[in-house]
Antibody
Framework: EVQLVESGGGLVQPGGSLRLSCAAS????????MNWVRQAPGKGLEWVSI????????YYADSVKGRFTISRDNSKNTLYLQMNSLRAEDTAVYYC????????????????WGQGTLVTVSS | DIQMTQSPSSLSASVGDRVTITCRAS??????LNWYQQKPGKAPKLLIY???SLQSGVPSRFSGSGSGTDFTLTISSLQPEDFATYYC?????????FGPGTKVDIK
């Protein structure tokens, strides 16, 4: 059974930084692209970033480009999202999500999701 | 960036109804279109990928069609557990944008 467990969320001040982690199990982590998707309170889904199976290809939403960095450690089956220069509009539940394939673009969607971790940016 | 729109934004339907939701891309995305279902407080669930491929374990009353810029999700006979919000997502070209969602509630 695929399991994705996010951690690292919490309250941070505007301009601050936070690092999210996602521990993966139940599948061959190094064979699949991984995503981060977020959802602001009461709003729709917003795709944030994707990293290829090997980690050599990454893409970002325009809203986070230059501020967020996605990475992975295939030896630890762990996905990361380093978030810098955080803004109030980054407040959301952040989901770690497994891709259907190993490549980044084009791709075939997301077939497994974590339970999400809440990031609140507020003074 | 590719923009995604959905219609309607919400609909009311009864158990047993046939429901159709439309998704449109701002440029051709071939068949790189996915559909998700999300219930309140839960993570989304993949229903359809590559426009018309049913994800494993998803009931056959769900179906998807379309290519290019226009796509449709159809629920052939709405069940009580289908009341939820539905999102389309293009994965043709990053950033992989989602549509704004369609909320399906009980009439």
């Amino acid at each position: 059974e695929v399991q994705l467990v996010e951690s690292g969320g919490g309250l941070v001040q505007p301009g601050g930084s936070l690092r999210l982690s996602c521990a993966a199990s139940g599948f061959a982590f190094n064979n699949y692209a991984m995503n981060w998707v977020r959802q602001a309170p009461g709003k729709g889904l917003e795709w944030v970033s994707i990293i290829s199976d090997s980690g050599d290809s990454t893409y970002y939403a325009d809203s986070v480009k230059g501020r967020f960095t996605i990475s992975r450690d295939n030896s630890k089956n762990t996905l990361y999202l380093q978030m810098n220069s955080l803004r109030a509009e980054d407040t959301a539940v952040y989901y770690c999500a497994k891709g259907l394939v190993g490549a980044t673009t084009p791709s075939f969607g997301i077939d497994s999701w974590g339970q999400g971790t809440l990031v609140t940016v507020s003074s | 960036d590719i923009q995604m729109t959905q219609s309607p934004s919400s609909l009311s339907a009864s158990v047993g109804d046939r429901v159709t939701i439309t998704c449109r891309a701002s440029q051709s995305i071939s068949s790189y279109l996915n559909w998700y279902q999300q219930k309140p407080g839960k993570a989304p669930k993949l229903l359809i990928y590559a426009a018309s491929s049913l994800q494993s374990g998803v009931p056959s009353r769900f179906s998807g069609s379309g290519s290019g810029t226009d796509f449709t999700l159809t629920i052939s006979s709405l069940q009580p557990e289908d009341f939820a919000t539905y999102y389309c997502q293009q994965t043709y070209s990053a950033p992989f944008t989602f549509g704004p969602g369609t909320k399906v509630d009980i009439k």
